[in-house]
């Protein structure tokens, strides 16, 4: 099972939030190696916290989970802005090490640009409305709790994990509008910036399709898809979803390699490209489309 790869973009962990899979996402990025890391926004949730969130030992560990790969695995770390981590407008942008905190990117591979940016500036409703925005979030935190009570009577009867939330975005037909148009939007920006495909997050659906020529990638998020995007050494992106892990076979198949050194020798080389990051260039570009 591959587990070491170039980019990994992972977005709506939500830290702060009783919600948020801090957990999970710790463990996942301990099982998996990439040379760049993609923070895309919403990574902390500062709207919570402000409210009724509360900050805990397993959120921490997430960036001290972070901070390590940065030590022993040389990862290039990008984190950028998202709506509910908006405090981090005061800071950008910002660079220690190799750690990068900005707005959004352009990331180039094997021949391709990839506008990269959470979505948020694309949302009319948080962009110009916030009160609406912080009504909408309020909604969404009471489903997630909902959702809880629903799945765990659920687990006592032995039916597996239900989403409440994705099941109601699929019915309700302004959902399913919204997202479209989200979708459909984000591909016209990326086309305008001469991109080959946008990679966002926001909506908390992950997808992989092509629009209008267009790559469109959502990495989904950390509190009930868990999941992230990940790109080979040969430009291949993918989605990997953390319930369809085998974490055992992960283990056995590193305790194989640390055990006979001599396989590490046999793996053939596969000769990377190098990967050039890069701020957007707005000369073609309305400046209401930053975040």
């Known amino acids: 099972m591959q587990t070491h790869y170039k980019t990994i973009v992972i977005s709506d962990v939500h830290l702060g939030t009783k919600g948020s899979k801090a957990k999970e996402i710790a463990r996942f990025l301990k099982q998996y190696r990439c040379e760049n890391l993609i923070l895309n926004g919403d990574i902390i949730d500062g709207w919570q916290l402000k409210k009724s969130g509360s900050w805990k030992r397993k959120h921490t560990r997430f960036f001290n989970r972070i901070l390590k790969m940065i030590e022993n695995h040389s990862t290039s770390v990008f984190y950028l802005r998202g709506n509910h981590d908006d405090f981090l407008e005061q800071i950008l942008p910002l660079q220690i090490g190799k750690l990068h905190i900005q707005t959004d990117m352009i990331y180039e591979s094997w021949g391709k640009k990839y506008l990269i940016t959470h979505g948020d500036v694309f949302d009319s409703v948080?962009?110009?409305?916030?009160?609406?925005?912080?009504?909408?979030?309020?909604?969404?935190?009471?489903?997630?709790?909902?959702?809880?009570?629903?799945?765990?009577?659920?687990?006592?009867?032995?039916?597996?994990?239900?989403?409440?939330?994705?099941?109601?975005?699929?019915?309700?037909?302004?959902?399913?509008?919204?997202?479209?148009?989200?979708?459909?939007?984000?591909?016209?920006?990326?086309?305008?910036?001469?991109?080959?495909?946008?990679?966002?997050?926001?909506?908390?659906?992950?997808?992989?399709?092509?629009?209008?020529?267009?790559?469109?990638?959502?990495?989904?998020?950390?509190?009930?898809?868990?999941?992230?995007?990940?790109?080979?050494?040969?430009?291949?992106?993918?989605?990997?979803?953390?319930?369809?892990?085998?974490?055992?076979?992960?283990?056995?198949?590193?305790?194989?390699?640390?055990?006979?050194?001599?396989?590490?020798?046999?793996?053939p080389v596969i000769p990377l490209r190098k990967v050039s990051f890069e701020l957007p260039i707005d000369d073609i570009n309305p400046p209401s489309y930053r975040l």
């Open 126 to 267: 948080t962009t110009n409305l916030r009160w609406i925005a912080y009504l909408g979030d309020m909604g969404y935190t009471f489903l997630l709790w909902l959702n809880r009570v629903v799945n765990h009577y659920r687990r006592k009867s032995g039916l597996p994990y239900f989403s409440l939330s994705q099941y109601i975005k699929g019915k309700v037909k302004s959902a399913v509008s919204y997202i479209d148009q989200y979708e459909t939007e984000l591909a016209k920006m990326a086309k305008a910036k001469g991109c080959d495909g946008i990679i966002c997050g926001h909506i908390h659906k992950a997808e992989c399709r092509l629009i209008d020529g267009i790559e469109y990638m959502n990495s989904g998020d950390w509190v009930e898809t868990m999941s992230a995007l990940a790109e080979d050494h040969e430009g291949n992106w993918q989605l990997i979803y953390y319930n369809e892990i085998d974490f055992k076979g992960i283990q056995i198949d590193n305790q194989t390699s640390a055990g006979s050194p001599d396989l590490e020798n046999e793996r």
